[in-house]
């Protein structure tokens, strides 16, 4: 079965600095991975994703994720952050078969600090 | 198009009520879920179902049944309640495989 980790739970970050929310994988089959974010009190929603393709994905809000297949990870990358992305980031990881139940990280939570 | 759907927001139990959470979805999609999210645990699956009649068990099932007669509806049972079961409750609709998630805005359960 295929499993995420996110090592942080907890990321602060001055606002207009750079950031990097880590994630790895496992799994023995080629996989999906996603980025999503949650705000404060609300429903989850996709920032990103990897299917297939080039391993640089761009997704909204300025962010972007590198899929390294030899090191199984799926950063998340942003160059400069604002206030606005205070919130939390899941990670999650599927197979590209079929109906395949969708395996999230445990999160990490990005505050900005102005 | 009002996404996925949940009701109620919030909801106080006392050990032992049932109750049912509502999730209903109006973009055809086949794929729906249930997740209840813990703080440092991220979103765990209870129960998911690829199309009308057909459910499955995810990580954590126990205590919760569903069914799924349609494909727009898909409620959570919660059979007797227990405090373990206080938690955040969010239904997830998608269309297949590879394709983006839609949340519904979660609900709120505390079980005294």
């Known amino acids: 079965a295929q499993s995420v980790t996110q090592l942080d739970s907890q990321v602060p970050v001055f606002e207009e600095a750079p950031v990097e929310l880590r994630c790895n994988y496992s799994s023995s089959v080629s996989v999906y991975l996603f980025w999503y974010v949650q705000y404060p009190n609300q429903g989850l929603q996709l920032l990103l994703k990897y299917l297939s393709g080039s391993t640089l994905v761009k997704g909204i809000n300025g962010f972007e994720a590198e899929f390294n297949k030899s090191q199984t990870s799926f950063h998340l990358r942003k160059p400069s952050v604002h206030i606005s992305d205070t919130a939390e980031y899941f990670c999650?990881?599927?197979?590209?078969?079929?109906?395949?139940?969708?395996?999230f990280g445990t999160g990490t939570k990005l505050q900005v600090i102005p | 198009n009002a996404g996925v759907t949940q009701t109620p927001k919030f909801q106080v139990l006392k050990t032992g009520q049932s109750m049912t959470l509502q999730c209903a979805q109006d973009m055809n999609h086949e794929y729906m879920s249930w997740y209840r999210q813990d703080p440092g645990m991220g979103l765990r699956l209870i129960h998911y179902?690829?199309?009308?009649?057909?459910?499955d068990q995810g990580e954590v099932p126990n205590g919760y049944n569903v069914s799924r007669s349609t494909t727009e509806d898909f409620p959570l049972r919660l059979l007797s309640a227990a405090p373990s079961q206080t938690s955040v409750y969010f239904c997830?609709?998608?269309?297949?495989?590879?394709?983006?998630?839609?949340f519904g805005p979660g609900t709120r359960l505390t079980v005294l």
């Open positions: 999650a990881v599927s197979l590209p078969r079929g109906y395949q139940k969708v395996t």
């Open positions: 179902s690829v199309g009308a009649g057909i459910t």
């Open positions: 997830a609709s998608r269309l297949r495989v590879g394709n983006e998630q839609f």
